[in-house]
């Protein structure tokens, strides 16, 4: 069964420095989004990706995250200077007509900001 | 008031009860609802979606009640394998993409 592949699968980091999470989404899908889970809370949503731009960004992704698709499988989310509250689990999920139908969820990369 | 809302439970339930759970939701541009499961440390996965007209699937049945703005799963003859955390998702029809999820309903079927 095809799935969502992301890594690292955890990554410890100190405050103000960059980190890359990666992600492979299905092969066939169009649609590629971030979402974040911080210990304990809710599902958020960070930012959506369609036709090789962002379609749409919560209030969270601010000018310190950026994603792009390098080369046609990878979906990297960048944050550019990490923050402690930036500590959470990033999933990375993937569907193939839009939000209206299911999203794949990766198993997530859970990133510690120390 | 938060966009979706659940109990956040724990629900401990015995082995083959019936567990019932609702989620209220605000925005009533939402259109589209869906019941998603995480295990721990996991990823969310769909469960299922959720129809005005109710759907089940095997034993779980999910109902809309627009007037009200609530969502209810029920799931039949629970088995310990249904120990999980239930999402409740809400995706407006039109215009922004993003899914909102509720904090989730916490189940443990004891044995």
């Known amino acids: 069964e095809p799935e969502v592949t992301q890594t690292p699968s955890h990554q410890v980091t100190q405050m103000g420095q960059e980190v890359i999470l990666r992600c492979v989404p299905i092969?066939?899908?169009?649609?590629f989004y971030w979402y974040r889970q911080i210990l304990g809370q809710k599902v958020e949503f960070l930012v959506s990706?369609?036709?090789?731009?962002?379609?749409?960004k919560s209030e969270i992704f601010d000018d310190q995250f950026s994603v792009e698709r390098p080369d046609g499988s990878n979906f990297t989310l960048k944050i550019r200077s990490t923050k402690l509250e930036d500590s959470a689990m990033y999933f990375c999920?993937?569907?193939?007509?839009?939000?209206?139908?299911?999203?794949?969820f990766g198993e997530g990369s859970r990133l510690t900001v120390l | 008031r938060k966009e979706v809302e659940q109990d956040p439970g724990p629900f401990n339930v015995p082995e083959g009860a019936t567990v019932a759970f609702n989620c209220t939701y605000s925005?009533?541009?939402?259109?589209?609802f869906f019941w998603y499961r995480q295990d721990c440390r996991k990823e969310p996965k769909l469960l299922m979606s959720?129809?005005?007209s109710g759907n089940e699937d095997g034993r779980f049945t999910a109902q809309l009640n627009r007037a009200s703005q609530y969502i209810s799963l029920l799931i039949r003859d629970s088995k310990l394998s249904d120990s999980a955390t239930y999402l409740c998702?809400?995706?407006?029809?039109?215009?922004?993409?993003?899914?909102?999820f509720g904090t989730g309903t916490r189940l443990t079927i004891i044995p």
């Open positions: 998702v809400a995706h407006p029809l039109f215009g922004n993409e993003k899914l909102t």
């Open positions: 999920a993937s569907n193939g007509r839009g939000q209206g139908g299911e999203l794949f």
């Open positions: 092969s066939n899908h169009l649609y």
């Open positions: 959720v129809y005005s």
């Open positions: 925005n009533s541009a939402s259109q589209s």
């Open positions: 990706f369609y036709n090789n731009e962002i379609s749409e």
